[in-house]
């Protein structure tokens, strides 16, 4: 527990509930993504479950809390503590969107959002089907049955009403963990039946120090940490990212040289060599675009560069997100990349113009852009954020691309 670093406040907050033995039947976990929401859910059930929790002067341990607080931590070694490092608990039930694939039989759903049906199969029951409410099953282990809903924003209608129904009437010794960053997207019946435990934006230290110690240099380290923004989860996401491209390179290259040994014509061997991600994932995008914009602010490069740039990219994104889970959606995994690249693109202006003014900045986004005008900025970062929103509102993705660099290098070059 103790390991969910920067997040001192949610943690007092959860110790003292737990001192004072009332513990609230459902809990909203909200703050940004990546942030340690559901670690600290899983550790909470953990030390609840625990047969032998260990108890612990704090000294120091949580800020907020005073240092002869008593912490309640789990024993990490009883079986319940071993089953929940095994993901293996029978009283602890993760819910997650991807469900969906189990409970829809037509096989169909991308699971963008938490379906009634997940729900009901996981949660509430549903006789139709035969499905019994395994909220209402006693626990296994007799001490409490908990279920974490990751994403619980997604939660379509009809779903939160089936949830709200089990909350006005929650079953005893259950407990609930919502796990939210759109807290304004549950309905306020369900906010108000939860206690909020809030989350903060990570500082970028915490992000950089974990990311050195996952082994990179000070430097990637430093503008992952800054494009993280607060999020060590999104951080470790690309890093997996990183690792993968490595993989996936080392494997295509292996299998060009076979093909190449084997090739007797020029033609097989031009087929057989394609890399086909850029290394370095997002720290290495992250420097191409500072390049890019860079001949945009010059006049070296135009418009379109810039929008192949970040096409070729977020289909790069978009490739990674299907390694990872093959049945996501490739649609939506794409426009995350374009969202992600805007949002890159709009720092980096505003990175000059925090320069320009005068601002300490620890990383600078790479790029040199002498001979921008400073005063454009607002309307360029303005023109990204639209992007971004045109993009969520499924706007064809390579209209908005070609009409928002057009709009920048208009912007850049209005003399
Ligand atoms: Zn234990």
């Not at 047969?51 to 800020?63: F, T």
């Not at 990570?202 to 992952?224: E, Q």
């Not at 889970?325 to 374009?338: E, F, H, N």
Request: charged content about 25%; glycine content about 10%.
């Amino acid at each position: 527990m103790l390991d969910v670093h920067g997040q001192s406040r949610a943690l007092a907050q959860l110790q003292r509930a737990l001192r004072g033995g009332r513990l609230a039947g459902t809990f909203m976990f909200a703050g940004p993504q990546g942030v340690g929401k559901f670690t600290l859910a899983v550790e909470l059930a953990r030390t609840v479950m625990c047969d032998r929790p260990r108890q612990v002067k704090n000294e120091g341990q949580v800020a907020g809390l005073p240092s002869d607080f008593v912490l309640t931590l789990p024993c990490g070694q009883c079986e319940s503590c071993r089953a929940v490092e095994m993901k293996n608990h029978p009283d602890l039930h993760i819910i997650t969107k991807e469900l969906i694939r189990y409970h829809d039989k037509s096989g169909t759903s991308k699971g963008t959002t938490l379906s009634i049906q997940v729900i009901r199969g996981e949660i509430t029951g549903d006789p139709a089907e035969g499905k019994e409410a395994k909220i209402a099953k006693r626990a296994f282990r007799g001490r409490g049955k908990f279920f974490i809903i990751d994403e619980a924003d997604l939660m379509d209608l009809p779903a939160q009403n089936a949830l709200l129904k089990m909350l006005e009437e929650p079953p005893p010794q259950t407990h609930m963990v919502l796990i939210t960053a759109s807290p304004q997207e549950l309905l306020a019946t369900i906010r108000s039946r939860s206690q909020l435990v809030e989350f903060g934006a990570l500082p970028d230290a915490v992000i950089i120090k974990a990311l050195i110690g996952a082994g990179l240099s000070r430097a990637d380290a430093g503008l992952m940490g800054r494009l993280a923004r607060g999020s060590l989860g999104r951080a470790l996401r690309w890093l997996e990212d990183m690792r993968v491209i490595e993989t996936k390179n080392s494997e295509a290259a292996e299998r060009a040289e076979k093909k190449k040994a084997r090739a007797t014509t020029a033609n097989e061997e031009e087929e057989a060599s394609t890399e086909k991600f850029t290394p370095g994932g997002i720290l290495a995008w992250t420097r191409a675009l500072g390049g890019a914009l860079d001949g945009l602010v010059s006049g070296r490069a135009g418009a379109s560069e810039v929008a192949g740039l970040m096409t070729g990219f977020a289909e790069e994104y978009r490739d990674l997100q299907l390694v990872r889970d093959p049945l996501t959606s490739g649609d939506r995994a794409k426009r995350d990349g374009i969202q992600l690249l805007m949002a890159i693109c709009a720092e980096w202006f505003a990175d000059r113009l925090r320069h320009a003014l005068g601002t300490p900045l620890k990383a600078l986004l790479p790029g040199e852009s002498g001979g921008l005008d400073h005063g454009m900025v607002p309307r360029l970062i303005a023109s990204a954020r639209e992007a971004e929103g045109l993009i969520d509102m499924n706007v064809n993705d390579k209209i908005v691309l070609a009409a928002t660099t057009t709009r920048w290098e208009e912007l850049l070059h209005q003399a």
